[in-house]
């Protein structure tokens, strides 16, 4: 499964927009981006999946660039409610085999 | 959208016993689930791959006959660690395939808290 590199951890404010980049050089051509969102003493939550250029849904857009080197999750004026840890996953199919999980981001909002 | 459960959602037990945690899918059938711990401030690390009536895929260094797994039906998964001490204690969280349209997507548990004293 390709590697995924992501920031450690990210601060924003309430009502403010957060993007957070992942990088996957090594992505290959039958690979999903999947994200996932995790609280404390919960199970992973799956967020968004994408393949190329961009997708939305009701809690985050997702872009992809043309080469599929790197994906941005974006989300929209977050709530103190969205503090957590954000995973980028890629790999074939998103759920055939397990999923790899990197270091994640761990995202604080603050009032 | 798919639901997995787990249970008991905590538990506690003695060093020296063992401990079964059960992972359903509730609402679907998964031909595989799989087994993830995860230490505190940790990435969910991958245990074991479990195949509906057949033998469990271990991850090197982890121990099969410490973590007994069993996939008796398409819904249940059962995670067994058995003479548990107290390095077992993490959070173990399962997780099963379901094929959507052509592909597959993954559902997690709501995990097990597993402390040994």
């Known amino acids: 499964l390709a590697k995924t590199t992501q920031p450690i951890s990210m601060d924003s404010y309430e009502g403010q927009e957060v993007n957070i980049t992942c990088s996957h050089n090594n992505i290959a051509t039958n690979d999903y981006i999947t994200w996932y969102q995790q609280f404390p003493s919960q199970g992973p939550r799956f967020i968004i999946q994408g393949y190329k250029t961009k997708v939305t849904n009701e809690v985050a857009s997702l872009f992809i660039p043309a080469d599929r080197k790197s994906s941005t999750l974006s989300l929209p004026r977050v709530s103190l409610s969205d503090t957590a840890v954000y995973y980028c996953?890629?790999?074939?199919?998103?759920?055939?085999?397990?999923?790899?999980f990197g270091s994640g981001t761990r995202l604080q909002v603050q009032p | 959208g798919a639901v997995v459960s787990q249970h008991p959602s905590w538990v506690i037990c003695k060093s020296g016993t063992s401990v079964k945690i059960e992972c359903r899918s509730l609402?679907?059938?998964?031909?595989?689930m799989f087994w993830y711990r995860q230490f505190p401030k940790q990435s969910l690390m991958l245990m074991a791959t479990?195949?509906?009536?057949?033998?469990?895929?271990?991850e090197q260094g982890v121990e099969k006959d410490k973590f007994l797994i069993n996939h008796a039906s398409l819904t249940l998964s059962t995670l067994t660690v058995t003479s548990a001490h107290p390095e077992d204690s993490s959070f173990y969280i399962c997780?099963?395939?379901?094929?959507?349209?052509?592909?597959?997507?993954?559902?997690f548990g709501p995990g097990t808290r597993l402390t040994v004293t």
């Open positions: 609402d679907f059938q998964a031909t595989t």
């Open positions: 997780s099963a395939s379901q094929r959507l349209a052509g592909r597959y997507e993954q559902y």
């Open positions: 996953l890629v790999g074939d199919t998103g759920g055939r085999r397990a999923l790899t």
């Open positions: 479990s195949n509906e009536g057949s033998k469990a895929t271990y």
